[in-house]
Each structure stands twice: as structure tokens, then as C-alpha cells.
């Protein structure tokens, strides 16, 4: 497996999966109808969120097939917010949790000491990734905030 940024060829398999995946739009929306994005729409929105939020979108990629997405932004210099998708016919098969796994190197590489989340409360299998990994947990009203300390 292998976080990739996201260029063209991916982009146009990630727009694919967005505007296709009925199951995986449902736990990212709340919108019932599903969105038709472009390639080039989904490219260049990527691109725009990242300058906006100096952050980074990546492709999750397993032996050339797309699995979805891995993307974060800085909440101060030593922490960094995370959030993960996967297609939902590749659901179960432990690819979040490996993703989250190499993407922990990557944000120590970056300076980071914590990453976090922002999990819905009615999204347990969100939860059960972060689960996998020495968390701490911290909460609000909406949301569950597991968080990874990468010294450990």
C-alpha cells in the first residue's frame, strides 16, 4: 500500500468512485442524491483545498487499484487533522488502518506529534480504525476525537 498525491489519472478513478458509490456516499453526506464530479472537478478542488488549507489530499493505492482518500491539515505545528475514506467494496479489509498506519510516518516526517480526527458519533467503524492504534480519546457533543500520539 502507498499514499500518492493525486494527479489526473487518479483523480478521474477517485470521481469515478464518488459518483458511484452509493454505500460510501451515505456515511460522507447527508445528501440523497449522489454528485457527479469530474475529473477535473475533483483535481482541481483537491488542489484549491490544499493551498487553501495547507493541507494535503493523497490517493490510497493498493497494487494500482484506488481505494479512496487520506487527506489532512495543520491545526497547530505539532498536530495535524485527519480524514479517510474507502470505497465500500473494500470495506473490511483493514486498508483504513493500514492507511492511517503509513500515514503516521508521514506526519512524524513532517514535524507533527499528534494527529487527530473529527468522527461522527453514528460513525463506529470510523472509530474502529483509530481503535487499532494507541489513542486517547477526547469528545463533544457531535463528534469523537481519537487522539494518536507519534512518539509512540
Known amino acids: 500500500m502507498k499514499l500518492v498525491t493525486i494527479n489526473q489519472e487518479y483523480a478521474t478513478q477517485l470521481a469515478e ?4 458509490d452509493q454505500s460510501l456516499h451515505q456515511i460522507l453526506s447527508s445528501q440523497p442524491e449522489l454528485p457527479q464530479v469530474t475529473p477535473d472537478e475533483y483535481y482541481w478542488t483537491t488542489r484549491q483545498w490544499e493551498k487553501k488549507n495547507d493541507g494535503r489530499v493523497y490517493a490510497i493505492i493498493e497494487q494500482k487499484m484506488v481505494l479512496g482518500v487520506l487527506s489532512y491539515l495543520p ?5 495535524a487533522i485527519v480524514g479517510l475514506w474507502i470505497r465500500s467494496d473494500q470495506w473490511n479489509r483493514g486498508y483504513a488502518s493500514r492507511a492511517l498506519s503509513l ?16 468522527i461522527p458519533r453514528d460513525n463506529p467503524a470510523a472509530m474502529a480504525v483509530w481503535r487499532k492504534h494507541p489513542i486517547i480519546v477526547t469528545e463533544s457533543s457531535e ?10
Not at 491545526?75 to 498536530?79: C, G, P, T
Not at 463528534?143 to 509512540?152: A, F, G, R, V
Open 75 to 79: 491545526l497547530s505545528d505539532k498536530a
Open 17 to 20: 468512485i464518488l459518483s458511484n
Open 103 to 118: 500515514f503516521k510516518k508521514v506526519a512524524g516526517g513532517k514535524g507533527y506529534n499528534y494527529i487527530t480526527a473529527n
Open 143 to 152: 463528534y469523537i476525537h481519537p487522539w494518536m500520539d507519534l512518539s509512540k
